[in-house]
Nanobody, 115 residues
């Protein structure tokens, strides 16, 4: 199982970024996917999740209405569209999947929101 996160960067408050997580080594379309983030000195937190087929999504209250999780099962990729970014969204962002009791994480991509 391999998850490769990309798309982070430096953006001004109010700006947008789209993160991508390219998956390989497993039947991507059969598994739910999630995005987490971890800011310095804070616990890693769940940002958004999406079901295997993409029909069910969930979001942390802090990002509802601003972030959208989606997936393209033909491309084995999950996305996180982030709009109206705030300084408090600054964190390392990771995608994650689970197979039974095993968890797999991407390497992370840094998002910094600053003027």
């Amino acid at each position: 199982v391999q998850l490769v996160d990309s798309g982070g960067g430096l953006v001004q408050p109010g700006g947008s970024l789209r993160l991508s997580c390219a998956a390989s080594g497993f039947a991507f379309s059969s598994y739910a996917m999630s995005w987490y983030r971890q800011a310095p000195g804070k616990e890693r937190e769940l940002v958004a999740s999406i079901s295997s087929g993409g029909g069910i999504t969930e979001y942390a209250d802090s990002v509802k209405g601003r972030f959208t999780i989606s997936r393209d099962n033909a491309k084995n990729t999950v996305y996180l569209q982030m709009n109206s970014l705030k300084p408090e969204d600054t964190a390392e962002y990771y995608c994650k999947t689970a197979r039974g009791s095993l968890y797999y994480w991407g390497q992370g991509t840094q998002v910094t929101v600053s003027s």
